[in-house]
């Protein structure tokens, strides 16, 4: 995560507040766009989704991808149901225009980029070589750098089998361990960067009192998925993966996160340095390779 540098950047105007209230306004109905995109892409029925996470019925997951549905969709969900479709995070921020986080790639390539999570590795590498194969020199030379100023920055793409989900995940437990990491990375990131609590609530859209009780690791309280977008367009972050840095119980949730990362961002921008005609037919074998792991 790049952190808030100097003692003045922790300064948000009023302005910029109104702006991420304004970008936030339909927060709920956007995750509920992006939650069933994902979900019907990968086929994944609500039985089978109760039967993956147990504490929440599926009915309560039917409501949470209804755009309708007035309630506050929790952090800890949407976060668990990243991890159970091993999809990021950050792309269910951007609901049904979910195409603008996977840039440049049309209806197909987001379609395969939300099912490949469970592609091994070395899979993947192969992937990306059979596209250098394609590309010319100049633009696998650009890639080249790309690749390693991302995996300079986030690690190397390694596997990630290990980290996969649980077969049954516990969403209480999940929450507990969720909201700890949380409140105490929260409170670090607020002291390192000399952050008053006025301004970082505010940022997140929170009283003082609620900010109080999300740094409490030993209160824990459900938070709207809003905040996670919040600080990170707020003190204007690269990611909010550090947030869950602190797991203990689901510290494979985190290692996973990061893997996620490198892993969305070769793939795009190999892709995106194809041709449209070459990279319909590289896109057409990822759906295929993806469709062998589901």
Known sequence: MSQ????????????????LDDMLRNINADISGSMSYVRRAQGL???????????????TFKRYMQQSYPSMRPIHTVAAFSWITMVPMTAFYYG????EFYRGMDD?????????GRLPANMLNTFLTMICHILTEDSKEAFFSFRERVELQYGKLEDHSDYFPPEVLDINEFAIDYYRS???TA???????????????RVLGLSEYQYSVLENPNKINHFSVSIGFRIKLGFKLE???????????FSDFYKLRKIQHVRDLLVVEALRMLNEKD?????????KLSEMYK
Request: net charge positive; proline share 1%.
């Open 4 to 19: 808030v540098v100097g003692k003045n950047d922790w300064l948000v105007s009023n302005q910029e507040i109104a702006r």
């Open 239 to 249: 990611d909010h993966v550090y947030f869950s840095s602190e797991m203990k119980q």
């Open 279 to 287: 990279r319909k037919y590289m896109t057409h074998i990822l759906i």
């Open 108 to 116: 197909h390539a987001v379609e395969a980029l939300v099912c490949l």
């Open 96 to 99: 049904f225009r979910i195409k």
């Open 187 to 201: 409170k670090r990131f607020r002291e390192k960067n000399q952050i008053p609590i006025d301004t970082i609530s």
């Open 182 to 184: 949380v409140a105490i």
């Open 45 to 59: 029925t609500f039985q089978e989704l109760g039967k993956r996470i147990t504490g929440i019925s599926s009915d």
